[in-house]
T-cell receptor, first 116, second 112 residues
Framework: EAGVTQFPSHSVIEKGQTVTLRCDPI?????LYWYRRVMGKEIKFLLH????????ESGMPNNRFLAERTGGTYSTLKVQPAELEDSGVYFC??????????????FGPGTRLTVT | GQSLEQPSEVTAVEGAIVQINCTYQ??????LSWYQQHDGGAPTFLSY????GLEETGRFSSFLSRSDSYGYLLLQELQMKDSASYFC?????????????FGKGTKLSVIP
């Protein structure tokens, strides 16, 4: 079974540019999460999708960040325009329905974003 | 708000036992998870405790005391490959979401 995949693995962009990160969850996982780790800080929650719906986007830092999950499969996270403080590693995770006994979130390898 | 405290670094000898502690302050607590992350890799799930007590999975065990808001990860028979960062994470419910709130991680170095 394929794990969570993320693309690209690395991205270097200039301040003011736009970047789109992609996450493909494990097949059959309705729940998809985005997290971010800024250097030296802890991994922080950004938002949670259940299928194509945003269940919780309380962690999104501001309106420069837009997440979508059309069709309830893969998800994209767009940063527009990027700022220096957006640099960090963006992780995606997926899990089965929360109501089941499966509470484990499976993480992807992350996208390392550097804004210069 | 939510916060978790864990040691930033721990060093232990190959074959020994090491315990990584985690204390937390949170609302809407469901359980405590532990994740392992090797440099540049994905955080990998190790264990989850929703109830008080000890959960054992092979060489790894995890403990939770809800009344003390405290848990720990116990690694036995340490191997060099166990050198990695270990994160405790609280699973909580907010706005109908089961998000994870992570500690800053403990970097474990296993030495010969």
């Amino acid at each position: 079974e394929a794990g969570v995949t993320q693309f690209p693995s690395h991205s270097v962009i200039e301040k003011g540019q736009t970047v789109t990160l992609r996450c493909d969850p494990i097949s059959g996982h309705d729940n998809l999460y985005w997290y971010r780790r800024v250097m030296g800080k802890e991994i922080k929650f950004l938002l949670h999708f259940v299928k194509e719906s945003k269940q919780d986007e309380s962690g999104m830092p501001n309106n420069r960040f837009l997440a979508e999950r059309t069709g309830g499969t893969y998800s994209t996270l767009k940063v527009q325009p990027a700022e220096l403080e957006d640099s960090g590693v963006y992780f995606c995770a997926s899990s089965q329905e929360p109501g089941t006994a499966s509470y484990e979130q499976y993480f992807g390898p992350g996208t390392r974003l550097t804004v210069t | 708000g939510q916060s978790l405290e864990q040691p930033s670094e721990v060093t232990a000898v190959e074959g020994a036992i090491v315990q990584i502690n985690c204390t937390y302050q949170t609302s809407g607590f469901y359980g405590l998870s532990w994740y392992q992350q090797h440099d540049g890799g994905a955080p990998t799930f190790l264990s989850y405790n929703a109830l008080d007590g000890l959960e054992e999975t092979g060489r790894f065990s995890s403990f939770l005391s809800r009344s003390d808001s405290y848990g720990y990860l116990l690694l036995q028979e340490l191997q060099m490959k166990d050198s990695a960062s270990y994160f405790c994470a609280v699973r909580s419910s907010g706005a109908g979401s089961y998000q994870l709130t992570f500690g800053k991680g403990t970097k474990l170095s296993v030495i010969p």
